[in-house]
């Protein structure tokens, strides 16, 4: 590989802009070009961010030989059209959360980069942040014992834009896919597995998407996590973990920036300074990944996020919940998405 990365970024909304403003806190990376489908859009985000070309459709990225490796920051309901584009193409890829709509799309995805051998994982910043893999020390050391229980919640009021992404159904809108994704993978995280249980509500809005959830896992040996998200309402946004023998409190924790470990020895708070905007750790796990040929990240595996997907699926269904489009199993092919 390379001394230098380079990355393409597939779209142009404000996920990309900040992906983009992280990326320059590494000296390894170099954003080479931006797609979107408009070009109008693509230069405007190129002269913004300083990006060397701009193209106005996705296929004109993926023939760049500078390319090395695409961050997908599409609408979640054309992830999978973008994700399969760049594996098809042979480039890298890293995509936003939600990885997929559901899971048959993601195990399509999957199958067909592990085939393919071309790296795939799914961008879940969270993980990669200096707070959270000190949390992960915590835990893997036992500092608080046996995690019993754990409580994550995620949810802000956005402004009423029943035509925009947060609220569309047709662009996959609501919470639980724009920020229900983060506790339920932080869940997935803590307790190392996916609930044997679930048991979920939602006020469904007039738009017909999920405005605000609360979920109930429940885990083997009586362990449970309680987590919640909302796009139409104002919530704290912490994260606790409580164990047999202490807690770990996480303020914000999907964008961690400290955490404090409670025990009967003391306390203990871990916040160092916060390089950037927090996106190039994600970014720098990635190059990591490609520069020692791996296919995918032991982060974030890829088998955990088809896992969580499943998860995300067997929420959705006790709500009654579907996208428009959204296709079923044989509609979902490993060579793209009109199969």
Known sequence: MKKTIGWGIMATGTIASKFCEGLKNLKDAEIIAVASRSL??????????????????YEELLKDPEVD??????????????????????KAVLCEKPFTLNAREAESLIRFARERKVFLMEAMWTRYLPAIIKVREWLEKGLIGEVRFLKADFGYRCTWDPEGRLLNPDLAGGALMDVGIYPVSFASMVYGSQPQSIKGLAHIGETHVDEQFAVLFGYGGG??????????TDFVND???????????IPDFFYAKKATLYTASGTEEYGPDFEGNGY??????????????KLESSVMPLDETLAIM???????????????????????SRDGINA
């Open 40 to 57: 109008d859009r693509a230069l405007a985000f190129s002269r913004k961010h300083g990006i060397k070309r701009a193209y106005g459709s």
């Open 69 to 90: 490796i695409v961050y997908i920051a599409t609408p979640h309901n054309l992830h999978y059209e973008g994700a399969m584009l760049c594996l098809e193409a042979g």
């Open 223 to 232: 362990k449970i996590a309680s987590l919640s998200g909302a796009v139409r």
């Open 239 to 249: 994260a606790m973990i409580m164990g047999t023998h202490g807690r770990i409190h």
């Open 280 to 293: 190039h750790y994600e970014a720098a796990e990635a190059m990591r990944c490609l520069r020692e040929g």
């Open 310 to 332: 499943h998860t995300m699926d067997t929420i959705r269904s006790q709500w009654g919940l579907k996208y428009p489009g959204e296709k079923g199993s044989d509609e979902v």
